[in-house]
């Protein structure tokens, strides 16, 4: 007979489930139940089960693990693996709530002493307004991921400040994320053929990576545009610092309000996620018209299996809001509508989990730091990301992909060389 709130629980989720909880569990009665091995889902007190009765699934988790309620022992990564395993084998998508399920979830609920009314989600929380994907609205998207804290990026990655994968080429135990970096830009300009005098246009620059790299180690003129105030403010720092003023340009800018004359050379590093949909042709379409004919264009950027706004109820709330994931299929049919040529396609999905863990090793080490930065609430948000991010990479639930592409001329030239040379 059933005792504790984790042995009632357990109980109730393997009826749904059809088979034993995949991890183990412990309430805040004393109660076990589940696994004796691997990690363990703490919950500490009611209120964590009230954030799942007003918001099942992965956006009542989510708070409840965010604000505290809620809490994992052991490896978070392998927990979220036994329940993706669970859902590949069609376990929990096979889960439906109707009348009955529901009218049962209410009375375990009474009698757990669980009912009231529904928690405040923590602040960290994003609360947008406005008309998708407007100027403004896209503008507090930005702000909300990348204006948390420039002392809390600058403590997460490495001194480059790239807050994209890396590109890892050695298994050396001396070789780290910020090698990987330095080869990751090092290959996009590879790629964009850049040589001393030309002229680099970074649509969504971030922190600045790949325009110091660029204008330092390749000798060209760049201009970087963000929407982000904190990133504006570090990269003209950076470039003050590095005596860099007369080469490098950062303005804090919407793509979609470029007027510059053609660059011999464009990139865009993991900025078209940002971009909906609707309106990714007229972002296309502004990389094809910054770019000079016979000029490059690398674009990096994440995908996954369909059209579908976010990666997720936790990603679109906490991480970025109105992110919008597309196949890599649908994104080369985006650069060919808009007179792009695709040059090259290159996958670099093994080399995203190996940078996350990177970050998230580092979050660990220095978890008081980051806390003292962001709060106890920000950082548990920023491990759940970096925790189920490595592995969604891992599992092939998402991929990144380089794509090199060329503006020909209107003779039909690339500018391109008939090989390839780089990796």
Known sequence: ?????????????????????????????????????????????????????????????????????????????????????????????????GLKEWARAAGLAARLGVLGPPPAPPSEEARLSGKLHSLLRDRSAIAHHYDLSNAFYQLLMDESMAYSSGYWTSEDADYGVAQAQWDKLEMVCHKLGLKPGMRLLDVGCGWGSLLVHAAKHHGVDAVGVTLSAQQLQHVRARVSALDLEDRVEVRRQDYRELIDPPFDAVASIEMGEHVGEENYPAYAGTLHRMLRPGGRLVLQQMSRGAVAPGGGAFI?????????????????????????????????????????????????????????????????????????????????RMGVDQVLAAKPTASGSSGMPATRDWP
């Open 1 to 97: 007979m059933p005792t504790t709130a984790a042995d009632l629980l357990a109980n109730y989720t393997g009826s749904l489930l059809g088979g034993a909880l995949p991890v183990g569990l412990r309430t805040w009665d004393g109660g076990r139940a589940g696994p004796r091995d691997g990690p363990v889902v703490v919950l500490k007190n009611r209120r964590a089960l009230r954030r799942l009765l007003y918001a099942p699934g992965e956006l009542g988790l989510a708070r409840a693990y965010v604000s505290g309620d809620l809490d994992v022992d052991g490896d978070l990564t392998e927990g979220f693996r036994r329940v993706w395993a669970l859902t590949r084998s069609g376990a929990l998508s096979s889960v439906h709530l």
């Open 316 to 396: 679109e709330r906490y991480i970025a809001p109105d992110m919008t994931m597309r196949p890599l299929s649908a994104t080369l049919g985006h650069l060919e509508g808009a007179g792009f040529e695709i040059r090259d396609v290159h996958a670099m999905r093994e080399h995203y989990p190996r940078t996350v863990r990177a970050w998230a090793d580092t979050l660990e080490a220095r978890w008081g730091d980051a806390v003292a930065l962001i709060g106890e609430s920000g950082a548990r948000v920023w491990r759940l990301y970096l925790a189920g991010g490595a592995l969604a990479f891992e599992e092939n």
